[in-house]
């Protein structure tokens, strides 16, 4: 993809008519430019343009909506009709008397589950309005939401596997604030969705809408390999292994059925340890982009995410006991749109990768930073933590504090994106003349805290914490619009 | 640090020596227009007016060259009414059960276990309305308070997303309200409860004025 502007590339005599922006004199013995288009080939598609008309979902969403309804029904009531009871319990006789029945019952509910789907479907229209996402529900009952499109925290495009086979898309534009923040296109072709979030993203930036996508870089891609090597690689997980495979042991050893109740939990546990994730994060790949950090994964449901680096609000650099030795880490992230589940769905910016390429990741996502360089200072050692206690450090730019004796965490946050700076202090550490110092973040999985600190050090911390926010704030008056 | 509070049940509403919130001479009652300008000293964020290896009580002064704004005394009394309407259920309850189960002996036992508690209550609620303080800086609002377990609480005016005042019924009978601050992040919790009505839409307004000259993004 080319830049967007300047003169297109084979531009002069002999060569074919400029398909870019029609700027400039007309070179002698150039064709007349208005043309008809080349008769061969089936003409590309045109660009769908949001700020023109009106949109809907696609159609197909009609049919998914009535289908499950369809299903919903034939689960709950509609089975049961083609069930005669027999003189030895029930069976499936397809009398014509039982299908007659099923017919009638079904087929009045099959056209109320189109009608609805249909309307359901019409009455969700949207377009751009300028700096906002309009988005318009209801004919009967009109509800007219208006996003302004500075506000919005990402765009994600998620394909579960049903609308996979139909070749749908869901588009997701989240906000900053509430449960409710989040607006969904349900579904939408998937080019469309595409062109959607390319077109938000955009003019999120504040860009003219019919930029083409920025283009992206390949990063880091998670091979299945390493992905499925780090989740067995956790002491729980081995724990559980260890566990399963002794009670499978015993009940043969001592022919013990019972055993299998007690095994069955822990099956369960690890499935949902190991197979979760690795369902959830399959096919890893991230990409970098000027509009952010591209993330695609998942075997069944696939997710596209983009993360911009302005919105990211702390990181944390995870390295469990086990993966030290082959210098894997994992990074973890709190960004201010998500809510709720769709925070832990969301969370992790590298589920696996090698130490240095996930602080470099770091880096590119607080510029300018190098969080290992950071120097850190350790707690005092005292009985509250007898293994010693975490360090934190700070630079200009960035808070970063170390934890865990067994599972290394590193949480790192910009000053820039501090929300406020707390000192606390239980009884037990007034005690030991000990406090901890909050930098809060938003909600999400990274808190960061440096715990255990002598008190007059701490407050310490708090002033200075205080005054480098304030000063990188100051210096920070870009995040008013999406990663510019 | 605690000798210069006052003692308790003095009249005056507000400790003597603590900087007053409304400005000398200002009228009671929330006015519109423009805001009185804030009559604290406002120094920047400074070094820490602590020295290392300082005492546990230190960590909680105020900034250097400050003192804390302190809140009414009504706080104290706002947190013994809530104890004794707490109280007073408990008790009859609890009597009824144990006197019927165990004897008179019994409700006499639970009678004096609840008359400990309420007095504890009572000296903590002291406690506690003497730990809170807060300090206007020139670029964040300073909140301290907790006796268990201490808080200081360091909130950018540009962070503030909304400020609100709420008054329950118990404080709307004392006269008293509570300021609380929201930001992005759910940890900070930044909320001045016990100021006198008019001091807490005064400072609201302050508040919310300060956050809208340096409001930033997320």
Request: proline share 10%.
């Amino acid at each position: 993809m080319g830049p967007p502007y300047g003169p297109p590339p084979g531009y002069g005599p002999g060569h074919d008519p400029p398909q870019g922006p029609p700027y400039g004199p007309v070179p002698y013995g150039a064709p007349p430019r208005y043309g008809a288009p080349p008769p061969y080939g089936p003409p590309p598609k045109p660009p769908v343009h949001f700020s023109v008309g009106v949109h809907r979902l696609h159609v197909a969403t009609a049919v998914i909506n009535a289908l499950s309804v369809v299903v919903i029904m034939f689960v709950v009531g509609g089975y049961s009709l083609l069930i005669t009871q027999t003189a030895d319990g029930v069976a499936l006789l397809l009398t014509p008397q039982s299908l007659a029945r099923f017919v009638l019952v079904m087929l009045p509910v099959t056209a109320v589950a189109a009608l609805v789907g249909f309307w359901t479907w019409w009455s969700v229209k949207f377009r751009i309005d300028g700096d906002d996402l309009v988005v318009e529900t209801g004919i009967m009952r009109r509800r007219n939401r208006r996003i302004p499109l500075s506000r919005v925290q990402a765009v994600d495009v998620v394909r579960p596997l049903v609308t996979r086979i139909f070749g749908l898309a869901e588009v997701r534009v989240e906000l900053a604030g509430g449960d409710q923040a989040e607006t969904k296109f349900r579904y939408l072709g998937r080019s469309m969705g595409e062109q959607l979030r390319a077109e938000l993203l955009a003019r999120a930036a504040g860009l003219p809408g019919h930029t083409p996508e920025a283009p992206e870089r390949p990063y880091w891609r998670v091979g299945f390999g390493s992905l499925f090597g780090s989740q067995l690689l956790k002491l729980p997980v081995i724990g559980a292994l260890t566990l399963f495979v002794a009670l499978l042991a015993f009940g043969v050893v001592y022919r013990e059925p019972g055993v299998l109740a007690a095994a069955l939990p822990v099956l369960l546990g690890l499935a949902r340890g190991v197979i979760a994730p690795l369902l959830m994060h399959g096919g890893f790949k991230a990409a970098l982009s000027p509009d952010g950090l591209r993330l695609r994964y998942g075997l069944f449901e696939t997710r596209m995410q983009t993360v911009p680096p302005g919105r990211v609000q702390a990181v944390r650099v995870i390295e469990p006991l086990l993966w030290r030795g082959y210098g894997w880490a994992r990074l973890d992230v709190t960004v201010a749109g998500y809510v709720g589940e769709r925070q832990v769905l969301s969370s992790v910016l590298l589920p696996v990768a090698p130490r240095h390429i996930a602080f470099q990741l770091v880096g590119l996502v607080f510029p300018g930073t190098n969080a290992e360089a950071v120097p850190l200072l350790p707690a005092p050692r005292s009985w509250l933590a007898p293994f010693g206690n975490g360090a934190a450090g700070t630079d200009d730019a960035i808070f970063v504090t170390r934890r865990g004796r067994m599972c290394h965490r590193l949480d790192v946050i910009a000053h820039a994106r501090a929300q406020s700076v707390r000192l606390t202090a239980g009884p037990l550490q007034r005690l030991l003349n000990l406090g901890t110092v909050h930098v809060d973040a938003p909600p999400g999985p990274v808190q960061v805290a440096a715990e255990n600190r002598e008190l007059g050090e701490a407050r310490a911390i708090v002033e200075s914490a205080a005054g480098r926010a304030h000063r990188a704030r100051a210096a920070d008056q870009r995040t008013d619009r999406w990663a510019t | 640090m605690n000798e210069s509070y006052p003692t308790a049940g003095e009249p005056q509403d507000m400790p003597p020596g603590s900087p007053r919130i409304l400005p000398h001479g200002a009228p009671p009652v929330p006015q519109r227009g423009p805001l009185p300008p804030a009559p604290m000293s406002s120094g920047p964020s400074g070094p820490s007016p602590v020295p290392l290896g300082g005492r546990a009580e230190q960590a909680f002064d105020p900034p250097s060259g400050m003192t804390w704004a302190r809140v009414s005394p009504r706080l104290t009394w706002h947190r013994r009414i809530a104890v004794l309407l707490w109280a007073l259920p408990l008790t009859i309850a609890g009597a009824f059960v144990l006197s019927r189960m165990i004897g008179l002996l019994g409700g006499l036992i639970w009678l004096a276990a609840i008359i400990v508690a309420c007095a504890m209550g009572w000296i903590v609620a002291e406690l506690v309305y003497r730990s809170w303080g807060f300090a206007e800086r020139a670029d964040d609002l300073l909140v301290t308070h907790g006796f268990f377990i201490k808080h200081l609480v360091v909130v950018p005016y540009g962070r503030m997303q909304y400020v609100d005042v709420t008054a329950g019924l118990l404080e709307q009978w004392l006269g008293v309200a509570t300021v609380r601050l929201h930001t992005a992040a759910a940890a900070t919790d930044a909320r001045i409860p016990g100021l006198p009505a008019s001091d807490a839409a005064v400072l609201r307004d302050r508040l919310a004025q300060k956050g809208e000259s340096r409001s930033i993004g997320l």
